[in-house]
């Protein structure tokens, strides 16, 4: 990745990014996804009818709570956490710089994984998941599993998070090179939300169904349902199409951050010059 804004400015337009992108389209997109996810024959529309019968408009943000703490940790901390692996790996593979990507892909996997994504992701998916009119009593979950309820399906989400952080580091610079290179190494705000629509619908293509087997799986953990045993029974219901049928809700999802997270990323960059320029006009006058 070769854009590296400051801590400060990545944290703050990553994270306030992400709440403004939740509280709009972004969870409504995720819920109306893990819906399919639980019922792979859904399609968008039966999904999204589907919780309005169930539970009202207010289905459409069960989960918001855990998806707001996820998604404020995640959008801060992704852009910090890459450009400072960057920087710490730069170094020690400065023969091999081929390694750097792979050791900041795994390493941003493994940290992301385990002290975010895992925890608040189960969290929600068990809210999102559970009937209407059951109570989830968290406090009581935690006393019986400890900390396996934050922890169940760490090697799955680990594994998707690789793939997206692969994807994010090669797609992203292969489609921004590009168009730096038709323009003359100018790229402006339309430029960076395409790259980034473009390099999330590709994350999206790899790692749905890792997300539908990981909510198949926590959706019938009594009956200890495994990975192979998911697989087949979503192939023998559904064929290969129950795999992605949440795709196009996970593109709509990744596309309007893209969009949100640029903007408030620009915004931010010009928000010095723009007072700057307000105080030489009040001097001015």
């Known amino acids: 990745m070769t854009d590296s804004p400051s801590f400060f400015k990545s944290f703050l337009a990553g994270g306030c990014g992400q709440i403004v992108e939740l509280l709009t389209l972004g969870h409504i997109a995720t819920r109306v996804a893990t819906e399919q996810q639980a019922n792979p024959s859904y399609s968008v529309l039966k999904s999204i009818k589907n919780i ?66 895992c925890p608040f992701e189960s969290l929600r998916t068990l809210d999102m998941t559970t009937s209407p009119g059951i109570k989830l009593d968290l406090w009581d979950k935690i006393r019986q599993e400890k900390l396996r309820v934050f922890f169940r399906g760490w090697n799955r989400i680990f594994f998707r998070q690789i793939v997206t952080w692969v994807t994010y580091l090669s797609v992203y610079d292969i489609i921004r090179q590009k168009i730096m290179k038709y323009r003359g190494d100018k790229i402006n705000s339309y430029d960076k939300v395409f790259v980034g629509m473009a390099t999330g619908a590709t994350a999206s293509i790899l790692n749905t169904p890792l997300d539908m087997l990981k909510t198949q799986i926590q959706k019938n953990e009594p009956l200890n349902l495994r990975i192979v045993s998911a ?41 010095p010059e723009r007072m700057r320029l307000k105080r030489v006009e009040k001097e001015l006058d």
């Not at 192939?235 to 795709?247: D, E, T």
Request: with cysteine.
């Open 52 to 117: 309005y019968v169930k539970q009202g408009f207010l289905g459409y943000y069960q989960g918001l709570r855990w998806n707001i703490v996820m998604g404020f940790l995640k959008g801060a901390s992704r852009w910090g956490l890459n450009n400072t692996l960057y920087n710490f790996f730069t170094p020690m593979f400065e023969k091999e710089s081929r390694l750097v990507p792979v050791a900041v892909a795994v390493t941003g996997a493994f940290i992301e994984t385990t002290l975010i994504l």
């Open 231 to 271: 697989v087949k029974e979503i192939m023998a219901q559904h064929g290969i199409y129950g795999f992605y049928s949440s795709f196009f809700a996970r593109v709509c999802r990744s596309s309007w951050y893209s969009l949100v997270t640029f903007t408030v990323m620009d915004q931010l960059n010009a928000l």
